[in-house]
Each structure stands twice: as structure tokens, then as C-alpha cells.
């Protein structure tokens, strides 16, 4: 909620509980710019990112959506179930088996089947076929004789049965058709693929009904969604959508008095008119004045300037048009201050929280001046009327602009009077509440801010020994931010 836009139910909000909401508003701003800040933030924005991107997206839909029969695995388990069954790969797998290849493979490297071989060809050979054509008596006693009962012994021997068994039956063959092909290198391949670990798990991840529950990626949308739905988070989000801290950040604070110290700060603050500062002639005042003004007359106490107009005799210079400056006597004194060395401001807004005591004819004034003394801004002049403050701009040249604000009771209550200057229009606002619009002429320079008291006409206000006193708690000033 802005500085401007605070609307209650009465004409304007109690001092308190709109200086409350305005510290409450600029402590939000803070916790605003902090949360804007935080490592919250910064990974929500992360997350944001991440799952809007497409590539997320297709991780989830294929987290919540795919089916084992749509994977590769699936279909790589197809070729490795059908190859399974085909006959050649079974007759080849029960070959294999019963140890069928590592026996023939250790009988084919056997001493006795090698001899088997030897004899064999031997007896094939014309040199054999003649000793054996010999007569019975001498082919008996041939070594070709011995060498023809060893091998008839070998051929009856478990080992070379086995082999000529073995080798001329279907299942041989087609193990030797099997064994050391594609086919068969591709069923291993694949039969090692689904009998992994890798295979099993997969399987049972895809499978699984809470596969997506138990992902990565769901685990970052429940943190992102428990981040979107935290109270800070939708409080921010909030704040952001609706620029409720615009009237903050568009200004920059140009100017700001708290008046913590136990003196008025001379680095900020000249006693007195500018112009008798200027010129060495010091405190003075003009000729229809009926006060001289005191650094007496000033008081800060407890963080609170207090400008006090007292009914005093006293003795003061005086700006005569004829004689120039000369002395004079008095019967009150007060005081009057002005940044005319420290700051000035074309535009901006500016605010005061002041209170001010009631005791006609005394009037307090906080205004406006540049180089010379017209045009002037009337911030606030009170002292008419205790329910009524009077504001707008003097100058001779284009008529004097003035109007009362009414509807509080300004005596001894603090108010926040602010006020809002741009090139078109000067407005003034009570406690957040618009008050006045000024759209005459509008000065168009530099400004200083000056804080006065005085005993405007001719009837003697009653003042008691505290006199009469306008404080101010604090002054902040501001332009606007770039």
C-alpha cells in the first residue's frame, strides 16, 4: 500500500496508525528486497526454468507414460526369447549342455584317436595291402599284423565310437553349423543383456507403478511446488504482481532530518534569513515583523525540534527599506531556520511531521524560497484556525494561490503534511490523504526549505511561560529515481 493511497474511514487516519502502516509498508519493502535476494528465490527461478524446458517435459511424459513393450530392452528380450526357442539354438544349447563339444573336442586331441587316424591311413596304403596279401604264416608274423589288431582294438575303444558316432548324427551337424556364427553370437549377445543386472533393474524401474514418484524429476517439481505455495513465496509473488512498493522505489531520498543529536545541526541548518547570512549581517528581522528571532528560541529535545515564540523584551536588528539595517525593540521572540546552504530541490516530494500549538496570533510556517523572495511555496501556515492549515503558492506577479485544509484538529497533534511538486501541479496530502491541488503557476527553480514562527497582527497572543512552539519530529525529502 503506497504513501498516497492510504484511505480510512474517517477524513484522515490517526497520526499513529498511518505513520504504523508506513513503517510496516517500508519494513515489507525490506523483507520484499530480501526474499528478492534469497537463495529461495534464486533456486525456484532455477527450478522454474528447468521444468518448463522441453527437454524436462519429455522426461516426465516418458517417466509417467512409457511401457516396457515400447523399449528397446523389450525388444532386444523379443529377438533373445525367439532365437531361444528356434531349433537350431536349442539343439546347439542341449549339445553344448551335456559336454558333448569338450568331449569330442578332448577325444579328436586323444593319443589314441590320433593313433586311431595313423593306422588307419596306413592300412590304406599298397605297401599294407601287399604285406597283408602274404601268406597267413609270414603275415602273422608281420609288424603290418600287429598294426591291423591295434587299430581293430582302437576302432572297438570307447573314445573313437564316440567320434564316429557323434560326428555323423543330426545335432553334430548342426552344431557345426551353429557354432561360431552371427546367429549364435548374437543369442550369447543377448543372452548376457537380459541376464544382466542392468536388464533386471531397468525392467523393474519401467515396470514399477511408482516410477515417477520415486524420480528425480518428480522430486524437483515437489520442491519447486512447495516453493511456489510458501507463504513468503505467494506473498512476494503478491507484492510483485501488484507493484505494491512502487511508491518507494520511484523516489530517492534527497534529504532527511530525525534531530537525534542535542543541537540543531549547523551543517544542515542556518539560523535566521538566508540573505543576513549571506551578507555577515546575521539574525535580523523585516520591519513589519513584531518578533526578532533567537537561537534561543531553539530547541531539540528527546529527537524533536521545537521553534518556540516566547513574549519577551528584546533587542534585534531590523531591515528598514529606508534606513537599511538598523536596531529595534521587541516584544517577542522566536526563531527561524533554512537549508538555503545545504540543500535545495527543484520537484520531488517532501514530508514533515510536525505538531503545533494554537495561540492567535502566532503563525507557523514551513515553506518554500528560492534566490529571490518570490515565488514562495506555502507548505503549511497555522495559527487562523486550530482545525484548519492554510497552503499554496505567493507571488505578486501571477496572484497569490492559497487554501485552507480542514477537517483535523492540528492543535498539539502530530500530522504528517506532505507534499508532491512537479512541473504541472503542486499537491498536498494529510496523513496520506489528498488534500489540495495547486495547477497555477508553478515555480519552475530551486528551492530551499525554510521553518519559522511569528506574531502576525497587531493582537497580543496570551502565551504562557513555554510559549507557543511548533515541533517537528523529522523531515524527509525526495526525487525521483531514475
Same mark, same amino acid.
Given at each position: 500500500m503506497?504513501? #498516497?493511497s ?8 490517526a497520526?499513529?496508525?498511518?505513520? &504504523?502502516?508506513?513503517?510496516?509498508h ?7 528486497n530480501?526474499y ?7 533456486? %525456484?527461478? +532455477?527450478?522454474q ?7 524436462f517435459? *519429455?522426461k516426465v511424459?516418458?517417466l509417467?507414460? +512409457?511401457?516396457f513393450? $515400447?523399449?528397446?530392452? %523389450?525388444?532386444?528380450?523379443q529377438?533373445?526369447?525367439? =532365437? ?10 542341449? #549339445?553344448?549342455?551335456?559336454g ?5 573336442? /578332448? ?5 589314441? %584317436?590320433?593313433? !586311431? ?11 599294407f595291402?601287399?604285406?597283408?596279401a602274404?601268406?597267413?604264416k ?7 599284423f600287429?598294426?591291423e ?22 545335432? !553334430? ?15 550369447e549377445?543377448?543372452d548376457?543383456?537380459v @541376464?544382466?543386472f542392468?536388464?533386471k533393474? =531397468?525392467?523393474?524401474e ?13 522430486q524437483?517439481?515437489?520442491?519447486y511446488?512447495?516453493l511456489?505455495?510458501?507463504k513468503e513465496?505467494?506473498w ?7 507493484? /505494491? ?15 537525534d543529536?542535542?543541537?540543531l545541526d549547523t ?5 535566521? %534569513?538566508f ?5 555577515g549581517?546575521g ?10 528571532? $533567537? +537561537?534561543k ?5 528527546n ?12 533587542t ?22 533554512n537549508?538555503?546552504? $545545504?540543500?535545495?530541490q527543484q !520537484?520531488?516530494?517532501f514530508d514533515f ?8 496570533p ?11 523572495? +518570490?515565488? *514562495?511555496?506555502?507548505?503549511l ?5 486550530k ?5 499554496g503558492v505567493?507571488?505578486?506577479? @501571477?496572484?497569490s ?8 484538529? #492540528? ?17 498536498w496530502?494529510?496523513?496520506g490523504?489528498?488534500?489540495?491541488? !495547486?495547477?497555477?503557476?508553478i515555480? *519552475? ?5 525554510v ?7 497587531? &493582537? ?8 507557543s ?14
Open positions: 503506497g504513501l #498516497f492510504f484511505l480510512f474511514g474517517g477524513k484522515y487516519p497520526t499513529k496508525k498511518y505513520e &504504523a502502516q508506513q513503517l510496516q517500508a519494513t515489507d519493502f525490506e523483507k520484499f530480501e528478492a535476494n534469497s537463495s529461495d528465490l534464486a533456486r %525456484y527461478n +532455477e527450478l526454468q528447468l521444468i518448463n524446458t522441453s527437454e517435459k *519429455q511424459k516418458k509417467k507414460e +512409457e511401457k513393450s $515400447s523399449t528397446e530392452a %523389450y525388444r532386444k528380450q529377438e533373445y526369447l525367439k =532365437l531361444k526357442a528356434s531349433p537350431d539354438i536349442k539343439d546347439y544349447k542341449k #549339445f553344448t549342455a551335456k558333448l563339444d569338450s568331449k569330442l573336442e /578332448a577325444c579328436l586331441e586323444s593319443a589314441d %584317436y590320433a593313433r !586311431y587316424l595313423e593306422l588307419e591311413a596306413k592300412m590304406k596304403t599298397p605297401e595291402r601287399k604285406a597283408k602274404q601268406p597267413a609270414v603275415w602273422k608274423q608281420s609288424e603290418e600287429q598294426e589288431k591295434e587299430f581293430q582294438r582302437l576302432t572297438k575303444s570307447g573314445e573313437v565310437k564316440f567320434i564316429k558316432k557323434t560326428t555323423v548324427s543330426p545335432i !553334430y551337424n548342426n552344431y557345426k553349423r551353429v557354432n561360431g556364427s552371427d546367429r549364435l553370437k548374437r543369442y549377445e543377448l548376457e543383456y @541376464n544382466s542392468e536388464f533393474e =531397468l525392467k523393474k519401467i515396470e514399477d507403478p511408482k516410477r515417477f514418484k520415486k524420480s528425480e524429476e518428480c524437483l517439481i515437489e520442491e511446488n512447495k511456489a505455495k510458501s513465496m505467494l512476494y509473488q503478491k507484492m510483485k504482481q501488484t507493484n /505494491a512498493f512502487a511508491d518507494i522505489t520511484k523516489w530517492k531520498p534527497t534529504f532527511e532530518e530525525d534531530f543529536s542535542t543541537k551543517n544542515k541548518w542556518m539560523v535566521g %534569513y540573505w543576513g547570512n549571506v551578507n549581517v539574525i535580523y528581522s523585516t520591519e513589519n515583523e513584531r518578533q526578532t528571532y $533567537s +537561537e528560541n531553539i530547541e531539540v529535545i529527537s524533536e525540534l521545537s521553534l518556540l515564540t516566547r513574549k519577551e523584551k528584546a534585534g536588528t531590523v531591515w528598514n527599506t529606508k534606513l537599511g539595517f538598523v536596531k529595534g525593540e521587541f516584544d517577542y521572540t522566536s526563531a527561524l531556520i537549508t538555503g546552504n $545545504s540543500f535545495r !520537484y520531488g516530494r511531521k510536525v505538531k503545533l500549538s494554537f495561540d492567535k502566532v503563525t507557523h510556517n514551513i515553506w518554500m524560497l528560492g534566490e529571490k523572495l +518570490e515565488p *514562495q511555496i506555502n507548505v501556515s497555522y495559527g487562523q484556525k482545525d484548519a492549515i492554510t497552503v505567493v507571488t505578486s506577479k @501571477n496572484g494561490k492559497t487554501m485552507k485544509i480542514e477537517g483535523a484538529n #492540528f492543535k498539539d497533534n502530530y500530522y504528517i503534511i506532505s507534499m508532491l511538486w512537479t512541473p504541472e501541479k503542486i499537491v496530502y494529510i496523513n490523504v489528498e488534500s489540495y491541488t !495547486y495547477k497555477g503557476t515555480p *519552475q527553480e530551486m528551492m530551499y526549505l521553518l519559522s514562527s511569528n506574531v502576525t497582527a497587531k &493582537a497580543n497572543p496570551k502565551l504562557d511561560a513555554d510559549g512552539q511548533m515541533s517537528i519530529d523529522w523531515i524527509k525529502c525526495y526525487t525521483w529515481a531514475k
